[in-house]
């Protein structure tokens, strides 16, 4: 009886995902297309292999836009001005490991989260061997990417002696921040867990020392705020990926959570 169930529930999921793909396109930019603001300096949500764009993003909106039955664009820019540019309309939605926050739904229109995640700190094991919580942390210097929820969760660690310093780096370049951490130049490097455990898993020495508790961080699709017909959109694909395991397929392939 368990296996007719489950026989069936499958059937219902691959069965959504057909008539979502036989829908009409939703209305874009350009029709037939999907424009995509990011950037791809973000391992492994986007970032150039090899001369390619790859990562879990990529795959998860060349995912959505097949079955809205539209042909995905990706728009390189900077994180620093994607938001402002999302309202502007420069874009159909926007990726990027994006938390969504209050201040961010006040600017903008998001879809349901597609995973959530936490914040974990990267640290030195050689040069840090008794850093094995944040209980050891007071007197850290941690290093946190500009304008993120990252930097602001590390400044009110810093007030209430949590941890002992916070250093800034442009949101391009986390990957100095991790040559300054193997160097012994700052003490930990605060990340959402995807984006740390890649770096831990590629640089010797390094590993996750903790996850900062009590601070969930949901990662969305953005969108202008006009536009319901593509938020619902992909929406309903994204309901449709987690119901017929999809989702969980890109997360296994990336390493991230499902």
């Not at 836009?65 to 994607?82: K, S």
């Not at 094995?132 to 007071?138: R, Y």
């Not at 040559?179 to 867990?193: F, N, Q, S």
Request: net charge positive; with cysteine.
């Amino acid at each position: 009886m368990q296996r007719r169930r489950t026989v069936i529930a499958t059937g219902f999921a691959l069965l959504a995902a057909r008539v979502a793909r036989a829908a009409a396109p939703p209305p874009t930019l350009s029709p037939g297309v999907l424009r995509i603001g990011t950037y791809f300096v973000n391992p492994p949500f986007e970032f150039i292999e090899n001369g390619k764009e790859v990562g879990y993003e990529v795959d998860l909106m060349d995912e959505i836009a097949e079955r809205l039955g539209l042909a995905p664009r990706y728009v390189d820019t900077r994180w620093e001005t994607i938001l402002r540019e999302m309202q502007a309309h420069r874009y159909d939605c926007i990726v990027g490991g994006i938390t969504i926050t209050k201040a961010r739904e006040r600017m903008l229109a998001w879809s349901a989260p597609y995973m959530t995640t936490t914040l974990s700190l990267v640290v030195n094991a050689a040069k840090t061997p008794d850093i094995t919580g944040l209980a050891q942390m007071k007197s850290a210097t941690v290093g946190v990417q500009a304008a993120t929820t990252d930097e602001d969760v590390a400044i009110a660690m810093r007030k209430k002696g949590e941890i002992g310093g916070v250093k800034i780096y442009p949101f391009d370049r986390i990957a100095d921040a991790m040559t300054d951490l193997e160097a012994g130049r700052i003490t930990a490097v605060m990340k959402v867990a995807p984006v740390a455990a890649y770096f831990a898993r590629r640089m010797p020495g390094l590993r996750i020392a903790a996850q900062v508790p009590d601070d969930p961080q949901p990662l969305g699709i953005g969108f202008a705020k006009n536009e319901p017909v593509l938020e619902a959109a992909v929406n309903d694909a994204l309901a449709s990926m987690r119901a017929d395991g999809t989702l969980a397929k890109l997360a296994k392939r990336w390493g991230v959570p499902a």
